[in-house]
């Protein structure tokens, strides 16, 4: 079984640009969260979907948005990028995101910005 | 979340036991975890237990749960230089939906 895909593993953008992020789950995973890790603030939760929905929500500004397809894929996007948007992006996938089923999570988006 | 507490840094010898302590702050958790991350990849889920559990053993791995002090601790058995890396714990918690709330990291040495 496949694991969580995500793309691009790099990216390099500037301040004031936008970028998209994508993730797979894992085949039949209908909860996608998503992750920022970076060494100052550690692993913060950015959002979660399921069936489509956003269902949960860190405490991120608006520039931070994402959803979920009907295949249950997910992408993030940020807006207006700024300096410290640069960290790993981490997406992770369950069953059902109830609390009661692990995440699995991708080996992330590395993102840089300029 | 609030803050999930974990020492930053643990050496052990190769051969050695581990143990990697965290105090978590959600009693109404349901789950708690054990991630391990090594450099440049994603986070691997090594094993987790249910809150009405004391104990998990899973081959080299035991895990502790204290529930009355909120402690969790993680011991690796005949640790190798392949198992230095960052261990995280993490809880479940429930705003609208469920969320992880992750500790610091434990940067896990093993020495030859």
């Known amino acids: 079984k496949a694991g969580v895909t995500q793309t691009p593993r790099y990216l390099i953008k500037t301040r004031g640009q936008q970028v998209t992020l994508s993730c797979s789950p894992i085949?039949?995973?209908?909860?996608v969260s998503w992750y920022q890790q970076t060494p100052g603030q550690g692993l913060q939760f950015l959002f979660e979907y399921f069936s489509e929905t956003q269902r949960n929500k860190g405490n991120f500004p608006g520039r931070f948005s994402g959803r979920q397809f009907s295949n249950s894929r997910s992408e993030m996007n940020v807006s207006t990028l700024e300096l410290g948007d640069s960290a790993l992006y981490l997406c992770a996938s369950s069953l059902d995101g109830v609390g009661n089923q692990p995440q699995h999570f991708g080996d992330g988006t590395r993102l840089s910005i300029l | 979340g609030e803050d999930v507490e974990q020492s930053l840094f643990l050496s052990v010898r190769e051969g050695d036991s581990s143990v990697i302590n965290c105090t978590y702050t959600d009693s109404s958790s349901t789950y708690l975890y054990w991630y391990k991350q090594e450099p440049g990849a994603g986070l691997q889920l090594l094993t987790y237990i249910f809150s009405n559990m004391d104990m998990k053993q899973d081959q080299r791995l035991t895990v502790l749960l204290n529930k009355k002090d909120k402690h969790l601790s993680l011991r690796i058995a005949d640790t190798q230089t392949g198992d230095s890396a960052i261990y995280f714990c993490a809880e479940t918690y429930r705003s609208s939906g469920y969320a992880l709330n992750f500790g610091k990291g434990t940067s896990l040495l093993v020495t030859p």
């Open positions: 085949s039949g995973h209908r909860s």
